[in-house]
């Protein structure tokens, strides 16, 4: 059974500065992984999609890599600003009908 | 325009009601998704259709019953509510079946 663990659970820098967030997953046979914001309130944002063939996407300031076979993936945000404040949420697909397995998510606050 | 509409945003009803959660998406994808979050945060998984029909249905009580009318639209009927339905309940849309997903702002069910 897949599991999905995101480190850390919240997180609070100032703004300006870059950081890493981190995702693990326990069966590396998956199809893709996905990174996802939350915002209060609302839905999810796909912020990039990573397939198990790829070691990395990039999308302007933030920058997802996949290390399919240590089960390893990290978000990286450059020069954090007020507005990335949200929960990031990674979820990896195991099959090619969709089935999305999440973590927990990172709360992250950035303050200015 | 939004892409992923759901209706209505909140729900509060009685136990042992049974209700409808709507979902239309605007993008021309052929795969809808429902998805449940937890007072956790946890989402998981709840059905999948992919040009009408049912690719994924997890372990959901029979008391969950999704319809898909036609491509653009998705909903969930709930009969005989229980308190452990209370949760936020999210549609959801993909191009293909392990492309990025697109959410709805979410559904706040509430059984008291």
């Known amino acids: 059974k897949q599991e999905v663990t995101q480190i850390p659970a919240a997180l609070s820098v100032p703004e300006g500065e870059n950081l890493v967030l981190n995702c693990s997953f326990t069966d590396s046979a998956i199809y893709n992984l996905q990174w996802f914001r939350q915002d209060p309130g609302k839905g999810l944002t796909s912020l990039l999609l990573i397939q198990s063939s790829q070691r990395e996407q990039t999308s302007g300031r933030l920058n997802a890599s996949l290390d399919k076979s240590s089960g390893r993936s990290t978000l990286y945000i450059a020069a954090s600003q007020p507005g990335d404040s949200a929960t990031y949420l990674c979820?990896?697909?195991?099959?090619?009908?969709?089935?999305?397995?999440f973590g927990a998510g990172t709360i992250l606050r950035v303050k200015s | 325009d939004t892409a992923v509409s759901q209706t209505p945003k909140y729900l509060v009803t009685q136990m042992g009601n049974d209700k409808s959660i709507k979902c239309e998406q605007n993008l021309g994808h052929d795969t809808m998704y429902w998805y449940k979050q937890d007072s956790k945060k946890f989402l998981k998984i709840m059905f999948s259709?992919?040009?009408?029909?049912?690719?994924i249905n997890e372990t959901v009580p029979n008391r969950f019953s999704p319809k898909s009318p036609d491509k653009a639209h998705l909903n969930l009927h709930i009969n005989s509510l229980e308190l452990g339905d209370s949760a936020v309940y999210f549609c959801?849309?993909?191009?293909?079946?392990?492309?990025?997903?697109?959410f709805g702002s979410g559904t706040q069910l509430s059984v008291l």
């Open positions: 959801a849309s993909s191009q293909g079946t392990n492309e990025k997903l697109f």
């Open positions: 979820a990896v697909a195991m099959n090619m009908r969709g089935k999305l397995v």
């Open positions: 259709y992919n040009n009408k029909e049912l690719i």
